[in-house]
């Protein structure tokens, strides 16, 4: 759990890093799996423990993170313009159904 100065919305920090920046893990960054906050608080799970206990008074740097998908590029960063994905292509499932004669595929966007 840490302290935050300010509100963010859970999974805000998901896929984003850790960083401790004083005390005996300075220097070492974590993967945060997620976040949920109430408050100045903020509980991280992380994909990895740490080597040691962070002590109290620590600081941190939280990264923002991606799951590197165009809606996330668009509503969260607002970079949605440099995105280089290729948020229009259809997936697996999709290019691999049979094709039934009920759908159309005309080439058009497939998502918005």
Wanted: hydrophobic share 40%.
């Amino acid at each position: 759990t840490v302290s935050v100065g300010g509100e963010f919305a859970a999974g805000f920090f998901s896929f984003g890093v850790l960083s401790f920046e004083s005390g005996a893990l300075a220097g070492t960054k974590a993967d945060i799996e997620t976040n949920q906050g109430a408050g100045g608080a903020m509980r991280l799970e992380l994909w990895l423990p740490l080597e040691a206990a962070p002590a109290i008074g620590d600081t941190v740097r939280l990264t923002a993170g991606c799951d590197k998908s165009f809606s996330t590029c668009k509503a969260k960063f607002g970079n949605h313009l440099n995105f280089r994905g290729f948020p229009h292509m259809p997936g697996a499932d999709f290019a691999y159904s049979y094709v039934n004669g009920e759908s159309e595929h005309d080439g058009r966007a497939l998502y918005k």
